[in-house]
């Protein structure tokens, strides 16, 4: 579970009202994440892009492994396409 510093949450009204001032304070890195509340519980988490796209490339190489660990562990007779399997489209 992830925690956040007082200073990292801000409830839903009080950022709508100040949008511009909170974005400033994350993308300035004044602040690493902005926890938006919503009837005391965390719903969203603002982040800069830099953060964003690093966390984006991390997923995408975890699902990549994953997806070759899959395609690894076949046996030869899950790996070979039976006629049976193969889908004609006619255009």
């Known amino acids: 579970m992830v925690t956040y510093a007082k200073e990292e949450m801000i409830g839903i009204t009080e950022f709508g009202k ?4 909170y974005l ?8 690493n994440k902005l ?17 964003y796209e690093n966390l984006q490339k991390v997923y ?3 699902e990549q492994r994953e997806i070759e660990k899959i395609l690894n ?6 790996k070979k396409v039976s006629h049976t ?3 004609s489209i006619e255009i």
């Open 73 to 78: 562990n076949r046996t030869d007779d899950e």
């Open 35 to 51: 926890a938006i509340i919503r009837r005391n519980k965390p719903e969203a988490v603002i982040i800069p892009i830099q953060e």
């Open 85 to 87: 399997k193969v889908i």
């Open 18 to 21: 100040s949008l511009g001032k």
């Open 24 to 31: 400033d304070k994350v993308t300035s890195t004044t602040l």
């Open 60 to 62: 995408d190489v975890f």
